[in-house]
């Protein structure tokens, strides 16, 4: 098998969602903080998957990708083994979309047992839900409503049969990032987005999953982030620039501002916040 030629033409796979929190705007600072001296023999950890904006930017020569968020994996799993199946299912929805197909499809969706055409009805909903937005209620049950005024951009059969192609030499699985990053070793690269921490008591700046990254989840990722450090893992995470992060990551690892902000929304408020990557190598 050729092998993948991982810097020839990485700008040619766009991620094939849209994901809260994900770093398509981002992603051009996140390469330049990446490691000089990281081996394509190595491995590439992204345990908070999402869209994968990273991936796909990098195109690793080996990775282990995971993710809390089961259908979201399992929508990768499919492109990854039937790009062909995923997008005649995907090019249908694409015909007939407008506000009452989506209801229906999105009813379809939480009964569908069919991975493949879940695959496509989870690209679809997520093209055409209100933001791209991933929620679900205390029953699992997807969701958000319909929000899209224009005609969404869906991925073309070549792009799906690219992001099947750069996945070809990866491990997707669906797991809690501490026992994704449990066998790393010396040498291997992590890169951390976890969901941000909370901005004040239970105000979340993201919702992915019925479950909550909580201030206790951070201190927790900033524990195994240590832990990784000694292993001599090299590490790159995002994160929010407020005091709470910093605090935890000072005395070990180096803190680079981006001279970047965004807005949040969350409980009707909209809040301004920085973003930080901290790694544990010097840039
Ligand atoms: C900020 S997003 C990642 C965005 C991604 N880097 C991108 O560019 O699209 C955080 C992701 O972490 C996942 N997540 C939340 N808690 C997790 C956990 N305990 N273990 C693994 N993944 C988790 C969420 O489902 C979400 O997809």
């Known amino acids: 098998m050729a092998e993948k030629n ?26 330049e903080y990446m490691p000089s001296d990281f081996s394509i023999d190595n491995m590439y950890y992204e345990p908070f998957l999402g869209a994968g904006n990273l991936f796909f930017r990098k195109q690793p020569k080996n990775a282990i990708l995971s993710d809390s968020n089961k259908q979201l994996i399992e929508s990768y799993q499919a492109i990854q083994n039937y790009p062909e199946l995923v997008y005649q299912y995907l090019d249908k929805h694409l015909s007939k979309t407008c506000k009452e197909y989506y209801y229906v499809k999105r009813n379809e969706y939480n009964d569908s047992k069919s991975s493949i055409k879940k695959a496509a009805l989870f690209i679809y909903l997520n093209k055409t839900s209100f933001n791209g937005i991933w929620r679900v209620n205390s ?36 797991k ?22 909370p ?27 240590k832990m990784l450090n000694e292993r001599g893992c090299l590490i790159m995470m ?9 605090s935890l990551y ?13 807005w949040i929304r969350t409980d009707g408020k909209r809040y301004k916040v920085g973003e930080v990557i901290i790694t544990n190598y010097k840039v």
Do not use: C
Request: glycine residues 4%; aromatic residues 16%.
């Open 139 to 174: 029953k699992g049950e997807y969701n958000v409503p319909y929000g899209h005024k224009e005609p969404p951009s869906f991925p073309s059969k070549n792009e799906l049969f690219n992001i099947s192609k750069s996945l070809e030499n990866t491990i997707l699985s669906h």
């Open 199 to 225: 901005l004040n008591g239970t105000s979340y700046f993201t919702h992915y999953t019925k479950d909550r990254f909580t201030k206790e989840d951070h201190l927790e990722l900033a524990y195994i982030a």
């Open 250 to 262: 000072m005395d070990s690892f180096y803190i680079h501002d981006l001279k970047v902000t965004r």
């Open 238 to 246: 995002s994160n929010a620039d407020i005091p709470f992060i910093r």
């Open 6 to 31: 991982n810097e020839s033409n990485p700008q040619n796979i766009k991620p094939f969602l849209r994901w809260v929190g994900g770093k398509n705007r981002l992603v051009k600072f996140l390469m």
């Open 176 to 197: 809690d990032y501490k026992e994704s990053v449990n066998e790393a070793d010396s040498g291997d690269f992590i890169y951390f987005d976890p969901p941000y921490p």
